[in-house]
């Protein structure tokens, strides 16, 4: 008589439940580890009696010295210790810029317009393949100087620009949190290819009256990462300057960004950008933890720019014919990819459980000594943050990360919604994908939420947040009007 086939040990066993088992048990070692040491101490103290452990105590012979002592060195070292601790940095508020209607530039007019500015008709066809496959909707927006045929990229018209996306993002900030601007202590502005003199510091210093012993810094040239460096900059401020507040601007002015020529990979920005600003209010008081929305918890920074494969793939040059570009290298989501690998691997110990560090380091040992072959382990960042925001460059930078990060469609949904709502709007993307998590309700307290950015350079920047309490549904901001239409579905490629 045959012998039955043993069962399939995945449909006759839950293995779900055995990785939850895993991961509760290795995350909670120590509490299970003391749990038994503290109860074998407080039946040992109940047999012995209260007698005997008087006699115990009395037995030490501490006199009144001794515990004096005891007490300063243990009040000395906690002072250390709460002293020497970083200080929290909130954040309180942010406002990203809502382009007006105005400025809204539909597949028709973009290709349009491209017809009547560019006589060469490859260049046409290659820009609208770009477009048909972006991942951008209709509604995304361009400064009013690129909608002139041609376009008017003066420096008047891109101040104009600055002052329309800044002032906007900074006068909703205010209005949220009554920010007097007598009360910012600091001030940070990036904006990666357009720094006037003076800057756009100075512009803002200007306009709201700010302080003159103000700390002021304008940061330009670092790409579509730069909104995290900012961020990055105010917090190493915020350690130094107790009692401060620190206003974070970020965006990028298109206007005088237009590429006029025909080198495709030159065309590529012309397709993808679009306008938008971002402000946000730090702050390392205590007071203000009460009404901040998130806590800064960590800030993690990679820069590929020592090998010239990576600090080439951005890069800003003239055409042959002279017209003044951004090149985008084909090896950018190679370079991108291995950026990403060497920002998780420092990000990965800060933030992931044990239980996926472990997995990862016993894998890296077989493939290490046993057999090279095997495949690497991936640890799960799904476990470590409720939120992701990937910065919205376009379609190939979030198919990427989704892919080697094994994420699921929910993970990238802020991701692809900016990108179709606003376009590619650099640094400041994260803050609208951030918005979009709010304006959902999704936002809970205890949450946490990844930033990624990627930047000329070639840098890989992270930022990790922790939700300090549940957020209300925003009833204004860029998402307000159209919010109830997302998620959509977004097709591989648009014919036009």
Same mark, same amino acid.
Request: hydrophobic share 40%; aromatic share 8%.
């Given at each position: 008589?045959?012998?039955?086939?043993?069962?399939?040990?995945?449909?006759?066993?839950?293995?779900?439940?055995?990785?939850?088992?895993?991961?509760?048990?290795?995350?909670?070692?120590?509490?299970?580890?003391?749990?038994?040491?503290?109860?074998?101490?407080?039946?040992?103290?109940?047999?012995? /009696?209260?007698?005997?452990?008087?006699?115990?105590?009395?037995?030490?012979?501490?006199?009144?010295? #001794? %515990?004096?002592?005891?007490?300063?060195?243990?009040?000395?070292?906690?002072?250390? =210790?709460?002293?020497?601790?970083?200080?929290?940095?909130?954040?309180?508020? =942010?406002? @990203?810029?809502?382009?007006?209607?105005?400025?809204?530039?539909?597949?028709?007019?973009?290709?349009?317009?491209?017809?009547?500015?560019?006589?060469?008709?490859?260049?046409?066809?290659?820009?609208?393949?770009?477009?048909?496959?972006?991942?951008?909707?209709?509604?995304?927006?361009?400064?009013?100087?690129?909608? =002139?045929?041609?376009?008017?990229?003066?420096?008047?018209?891109?101040?104009?620009?600055?002052?329309?996306?800044?002032?906007?993002?900074?006068?909703?900030?205010?209005?949220?949190?009554?920010?007097?601007?007598?009360?910012?202590? %600091?001030?940070?502005?990036? @904006?990666?290819?357009?720094?006037?003199?003076?800057?756009?510091?100075?512009?803002?210093?200007?306009?709201?009256?700010?302080?003159?012993?103000?700390?002021?810094?304008?940061?330009?040239?670092? /790409?579509?990462?730069?909104?995290?460096?900012?961020?990055? $900059?105010?917090?190493?401020?915020?350690?130094? #300057?107790?009692?401060?507040?620190?206003?974070?601007?970020?965006?990028?002015?298109?206007?005088?960004?237009?590429?006029?020529?025909?080198?495709?990979?030159?065309?590529?920005?012309?397709?993808?950008?679009? *306008?938008?600003?971002?402000?946000?209010?730090?702050?390392?008081?205590?007071?203000?933890?009460?009404?901040?929305?998130?806590?800064?918890? #960590?800030?993690?920074?990679? #820069?590929?720019?020592?090998?010239?494969?990576?600090?080439?793939?951005?890069?800003?040059?003239?055409?042959?014919?002279?017209?003044?570009?951004?090149?985008?290298?084909?090896? $950018? *989501?190679?370079? &991108?990819?291995?950026?990403?690998?060497?920002?998780?691997?420092?990000? +990965?110990?800060?933030?992931?459980?044990?239980?996926?560090?472990?997995?990862?380091?016993?894998?890296?040992?077989?493939?290490?000594?046993?057999?090279?072959?095997?495949?690497?382990?991936?640890?799960?960042?799904?476990? &470590?943050?409720?939120?992701?925001?990937?910065?919205?460059?376009?379609?190939?930078?979030?198919?990427?990360?989704?892919?080697?990060?094994?994420?699921?469609? &929910?993970?990238?949904?802020?991701?692809?919604?900016?990108?179709?709502?606003? +376009?590619?709007?650099?640094?400041?993307?994260?803050? =609208?994908? $951030?918005?979009?998590?709010?304006?959902?309700?999704?936002?809970?307290?205890?949450?946490?939420?990844?930033?990624?950015?990627? +930047?000329? /350079?070639?840098? @890989?920047?992270?930022?990790?947040?922790?939700? *300090?309490?549940?957020?209300?549904?925003?009833?204004? +901001?860029?998402?307000?009007?159209?919010?109830?239409?997302?998620?959509?579905?977004?097709?591989?490629?648009?014919?036009?």
């Amino acid at each position: 008589m045959p012998r039955a086939p043993l069962p399939e040990f995945s449909s006759s066993v839950r293995l779900k439940y055995v990785k939850l088992g895993y991961q509760h048990l290795v995350d909670n070692f120590v509490t299970f580890l003391s749990i038994p040491v503290m109860v074998a101490v407080g039946l040992e103290l109940v047999r012995r /009696g209260p007698q005997e452990i008087v006699g115990l105590w009395r037995a030490l012979e501490l006199d009144v010295i #001794h %515990i004096l002592c005891s007490v300063f060195v243990i009040v000395f070292v906690a002072t250390v =210790y709460f002293m020497s601790r970083p200080r929290p940095v909130y954040l309180v508020e =942010y406002a @990203c810029f809502k382009p007006p209607s105005n400025c809204r530039v539909p597949f028709s007019t973009f290709m349009e317009h491209t017809r009547l500015i560019n006589s060469d008709e490859k260049s046409v066809q290659f820009q609208m393949r770009i477009l048909e496959r972006s991942g951008l909707g209709e509604e995304t927006c361009l400064p009013p100087a690129n909608h =002139y045929i041609p376009p008017h990229p003066t420096m008047e018209a891109s101040r104009a620009e600055a002052q329309l996306v800044i002032f906007s993002a900074i006068d909703d900030l205010i209005r949220k949190t009554g920010l007097k601007p007598k009360d910012i202590d %600091i001030l940070v502005v990036n @904006c990666s290819l357009f720094s006037p003199t003076p800057s756009l510091s100075a512009m803002i210093i200007n306009k709201y009256k700010l302080r003159s012993n103000i700390r002021s810094f304008n940061l330009s040239g670092m /790409g579509c990462s730069a909104g995290l460096i900012s961020i990055d $900059l105010a917090r190493d401020l915020l350690q130094v #300057h107790p009692g401060s507040n620190a206003l974070v601007i970020s965006t990028e002015i298109i206007t005088p960004n237009f590429y006029a020529g025909n080198q495709r990979a030159m065309l590529l920005p012309n397709c993808l950008f679009r *306008m938008g600003a971002a402000a946000i209010l730090l702050s390392n008081r205590r007071r203000d933890a009460g009404r901040a929305k998130y806590r800064l918890v #960590h800030v993690v920074r990679t #820069h590929k720019g020592a090998d010239d494969r990576a600090y080439r793939c951005v890069y800003e040059e003239e055409d042959a014919e002279g017209h003044t570009g951004i090149s985008l290298s084909k090896d $950018l *989501m190679a370079i &991108a990819g291995e950026a990403l690998k060497s920002n998780i691997t420092t990000i +990965g110990p800060l933030v992931l459980p044990m239980s996926e560090q472990l997995l990862f380091f016993l894998t890296l040992v077989v493939r290490k000594l046993i057999n090279p072959k095997r495949k690497p382990y991936i640890p799960d960042f799904k476990k &470590a943050f409720e939120h992701l925001c990937i910065h919205a460059g376009g379609r190939a930078v979030i198919d990427e990360l989704q892919k080697n990060l094994e994420l699921s469609a &929910a993970h990238v949904e802020a991701s692809r919604m900016t990108l179709h709502r606003f +376009g590619n709007t650099s640094s400041s993307s994260l803050w =609208y994908e $951030l918005n979009y998590i709010e304006s959902k309700g999704r936002m809970r307290r205890g949450d946490r939420v990844w930033q990624i950015g990627f +930047g000329s /350079g070639f840098k @890989c920047n992270s930022a990790v947040w922790k939700c *300090m309490r549940t957020v209300k549904t925003p009833i204004d +901001g860029p998402w307000s009007e159209c919010i109830h239409r997302y998620p959509v579905h977004i097709p591989e490629v648009v014919k036009l």
